[in-house]
């Protein structure tokens, strides 16, 4: 930020009559949110709360501009100022968000002139290319007092104050970071910062609640449906517990998983909301599915004739039609059978049909007429259920991308996996990853021009370089078949993986920059810039980022960002 805004703003600040007028608006803009909230509750019933204060805030500062800003950026600010608004009666005002780099070096020329030599100009604005505003991570805020309240709270939010000499200024980081006197101030000097890094001695893989808790924000905004959170395969690689809180923070209503034994974990760990588990490749356990109250989904009239063989306590079933994957689910023809035999279950007391549910083969297309036979499949089922006088039981068809790209597959509630951890098969939206896996260099070596790298040599040096290795392989993770522009991050620049992937190392070529051991490097990340995402890796692997999140191994340690924190 520039020394002449900043100037005003202390001047604004120290204002009484200023505060008095923020009092006011204040008051005015919430009572405008209050007014707004039907409206908001007929366009998306989850959410009329945090709408209308959208709503009314974007009322009160018309002038802003929110675009620009890394989505996981725009979600926590979002969230914290609706946040503070309602709960609090705090606004809180973007002065300043993402900035591209011409105008970022406009700022930075301006402050050199002002301040006479760039070190000094360096204190108070970066460079274009080490500018967090450039990258869409950072954020100005108005005034002094919403400032102070997201200093307060903003690390539920991932925002954070980052500099003494600046209370207006917050960055979205997953971990709090170490307060830096000014932007220039050498953070390899500051207790903590290199620890902080250089502490990480095996690779970990961070899971990033906050992330979740915005993708779930993003399909709730898209849907009037319940949303259900899917955490099979441990929550997409990122901690079935661990996602499912922070998605169930979020206002996720129910939770799927692929087997009871998943959806038991989930109660052991304290979770009360509706759980389905749908596939059974052994056969139902009525017993265990009724002792932790999880619902069960039934497939075929086998399936269901098998679960009320068991003769255990009432349970809860959604009947399961195949809707065009064919890979489970009931065929249409056999669908009348299966209800009459739920029917019977019902009447005896030993099943209460709840669901109904289908898969969208095609959702990945994005396209509504692809979906439309299963469309049409799920009201056919519906229909048929009710006339058997079962009720009027939940439908559900659509995942992820139905969720993101097609509202007529919505039916009662859409059932989001991939979505939850950033991952939109439809790349409809642009959602939030929600991890970040890093390793530590192991050892770094000088190597001359011509030294072949790895096995088989296929990699040669065309100059005088470093090569660092990381103790991550495909053992790990890291799909030995990739592009040659695969990459990590290290120390805010990419550096390209040399030579193939050993089951237990990589070696990174480093050019003219050399990196002590304990130098810690990212192999992916929701940063963006020089931190390869998940999808830079399925695209280097010629796969999808659904096997690059669940195929991270077990020698990977895995931790948490903002320990007990679960929502944005």
């Not at 989505?71 to 503070?84: G, K, N, S, V």
């Not at 497939?299 to 255990?312: E, F, I, K, M, W």
């Not at 109904?356 to 259920?385: I, S, Y």
Request: hydrophobic letters at 45%.
């Amino acid at each position: 930020m520039d020394h002449s805004r900043a100037l005003r703003r202390r001047a604004v600040a120290n204002d009484p009559s200023s505060a008095a007028k923020a009092r006011v608006l204040a008051a005015v803009t919430r009572f405008v949110a209050v007014l707004l909230v039907p409206i908001a509750f007929c366009r998306a019933p989850g959410r009329a709360r945090f709408l209308a204060c959208q709503w009314a805030l974007s009322l009160r500062f018309p002038a802003e501009d929110l675009r620009g800003l890394a989505p996981q950026t725009l979600a926590a600010f979002t969230h914290a100022r609706a946040e503070a608004f309602w709960r609090d009666g705090q606004l809180i005002g973007l002065t300043s968000g993402h900035r591209d780099a011409a105008e970022q070096q406009q700022i930075f020329a301006a402050e050199v002139r002002r301040s006479g030599s760039v070190p000094a100009a360096r204190r108070r604005v970066l460079p274009p290319e080490e500018s967090r505003h450039v990258q869409g991570l950072a954020l100005d805020v108005r005034p002094t007092e919403g400032a102070r309240w997201l200093e307060r709270h903003g690390g539920r939010y991932g925002l954070y104050r980052v500099y003494d000499n600046e209370w207006w200024h917050f960055e979205y980081r997953t971990a709090e970071p170490v307060r830096l006197p000014h932007p220039d101030a050498p953070r390899a000097r500051v207790p903590g910062v290199i620890e902080r890094r250089s502490t990480t001695l095996r690779p970990t893989l961070l899971t990033l609640p906050a992330a979740v808790t915005a993708n779930v924000a993003e399909i709730r905004a898209r849907t009037r449906g319940t949303v259900m959170a899917v955490v099979k395969a441990d929550g997409y690689g990122h901690g079935a517990v661990a996602v499912a809180r922070a998605a169930v923070a979020a206002g996720a209503g129910w939770l799927g998983t692929t087997s009871v034994a998943e959806a038991s974990a989930l109660r052991t760990a304290g979770l009360a909301v509706p759980i389905l588990t749908w596939l059974h490749p052994s056969g139902i356990d009525a017993e265990a599915a009724a002792a932790a109250g999880v619902d069960v989904a039934v497939g075929s009239v086998d399936d269901l004739g098998g679960l009320l063989a068991q003769r255990a306590p009432l349970v809860r079933v959604h009947l399961h039609m195949d809707t065009g994957m064919s890979r489970g689910g009931c065929p249409r023809g056999q669908w009348a059978e299966l209800i009459g035999l739920a029917q019977r279950g019902q009447q005896a007391g030993r099943v209460r049909v709840v669901g109904v549910m289908g898969h969208l083969a095609l959702a990945d297309q994005a396209d509504p007429a692809a979906n439309a036979p299963a469309v049409a499949a799920m009201r056919e089922a519906q229909r048929a259920v009710r006339a058997a006088g079962l009720g009027s039981p939940l439908a559900h068809l659509a995942a992820t991308s139905g969720a993101v790209a097609d509202p007529a597959t919505h039916f009662g509630m859409v059932r989001v996996g991939a979505g939850l951890v950033g991952i939109d098969p439809s790349e409809t939206v642009e959602m939030c990853g929600a991890s970040r896996l890093t390793a530590p260099i192991v050892h770094t070596t000088a190597a001359p021009a011509g030294t072949p790298v790895g096995y088989g040599g296929a990699y040669v040096t065309d100059r005088a370089t470093h090569l660092s290795v990381l103790p991550l392989g495909y053992a790990d993770g890291i799909p030995r078949e990739r592009s040659p522009e695969a990459g990590v991050e290290i120390r805010g620049r990419r550096f390209p993986v040399a030579g193939r992937v050993s089951m237990d190392q990589i070696v990174i070529d480093t050019g003219a920059e050399y990196f002590p051991p304990g130098t810690s490097a990212t192999v992916f990340g929701p940063d963006g810039g020089a931190t390869p995402t998940i999808h830079d890796w399925a695209r280097w692997a010629g796969t999808i980022p659904h096997t690059i999140v669940t195929g991270i191994g077990p020698r990977v340690k895995r931790s948490m960002a903002n320990e007990g924190e679960h929502g944005i």
